[in-house]
């Protein structure tokens, strides 16, 4: 019998060492453990590490994995690789709420669990929506701020009309050609419309 860890993260700005740590504890060593860098709201068979892990595993071979979450986002999602990992005979362990899925209860346990985590994300997602919706109705600019402010992007249009190239008033102003050239196009709004 084979153990593999299995860790993901979504963006390289998150740091995967704590699930490295808990793999590290149940005796797995590096080369012993599978790495993703990837959203968990892509399927588990379309991410490289868990794809390539996948096809390397035999039956009676364990995965492991130090949370539920990690597996994927979407209970669907989930509860497919629980059900492809039982049919190849292929245990699946969750370390920090010590489940395994070669018993019954543990499948059941697996899957509530899943479930629950699929509408507290619903739940987020709904409270985050409706407070975007609050903040535009209370007048608030969301997005980025703008790089220039209404004088400036008058005084780029000036220029331009001078006959200044968007390069050289990119670089009076300290913006990118691509800021410029969005003010300076022929459908771009006009003055005192910004």
């Known amino acids: 019998m084979r153990r593999f860890g299995y860790v993901r993260v979504s963006t390289g700005e998150q740091t995967n060492d704590p699930q490295i740590i808990a793999l590290r504890r149940e005796g ?22 868990m794809a390539s892990l ?3 595993l035999r039956p009676g071979d364990s995965l492991i994995a130090a949370k ?12 497919g690789l629980i ?4 049919k190849r005979s292929i245990n699946l362990r969750i370390l920090n709420i010590g489940v395994e899925t ?10 509530i ?5 699929e509408f507290e994300r619903e739940i987020i997602r709904e ?32 220029l331009s009309a001078a006959g200044q190239k968007n390069a050289q008033i990119a670089d009076i102003l300290g913006v ?19």
């Open 28 to 49: 797995l060593s590096d080369d012993m453990i599978v790495q993703d860098t990837i959203s968990g709201g892509v399927p588990a068979l379309a991410r490289p590490g």
């Open 54 to 56: 996948l096809q390397s």
């Open 68 to 79: 539920l979450d990690r597996l994927g986002r979407d209970t669907l999602d989930v509860i």
């Open 83 to 86: 059900r492809t990992l039982n």
């Open 102 to 111: 070669n018993t019954p209860n543990g499948r059941l346990f697996l899957t």
């Open 113 to 117: 669990l899943a479930g629950f985590a």
């Open 127 to 158: 409270r985050t929506v409706a407070g975007l919706e609050a903040a535009r109705a209370a007048g608030k600019r969301l997005g980025r701020r703008p790089k220039l402010t209404d004088r400036q992007k008058t005084h780029a249009l000036t």
């Open 176 to 194: 990118s050609v691509s800021t410029i050239q969005r003010i300076t196009a022929p459908n771009a709004p006009q003055k005192g419309v910004f």
